[in-house]
């Protein structure tokens, strides 16, 4: 796993990342075929459950990233409406 700035909130540490944000599975799959290169951690932003109609679970995230070949690390709650998926290059 490659190193990365870090940032301290309370008692959590959230890694400093690139961050992209994507409202469904096919963006996801989108982004990741169009980025097969990429080769650094990035986190990916998804709506919480409390945002209607562009909800994404953490299981979905991890399913994806799976598929094509990327490690699905930590999520992260940002913001109160947002969640960050970490991920990385398997």
């Not at 994404?56 to 990327?70: E, K, N, P, T």
Request: overall charge positive; hydrophobic content about 40%.
């Amino acid at each position: 796993m490659l190193q990365y700035e870090q940032k301290r909130f309370a008692d959590m540490v959230i890694p400093s990342l690139k961050r992209i944000k994507v409202s469904s599975s096919d963006e996801l799959e989108n982004w990741l075929a169009k980025n097969s290169t990429f080769d650094r951690d990035i986190m990916f932003l998804t709506c919480s459950k409390k945002t209607s109609g562009k909800y994404l679970s953490s299981a979905a995230v991890r399913d994806v990233l799976a598929r094509q070949g990327w490690a699905a690390g930590r999520s992260y709650t940002l913001n109160g409406d947002l969640l960050g998926h970490v991920a990385s290059r398997s």
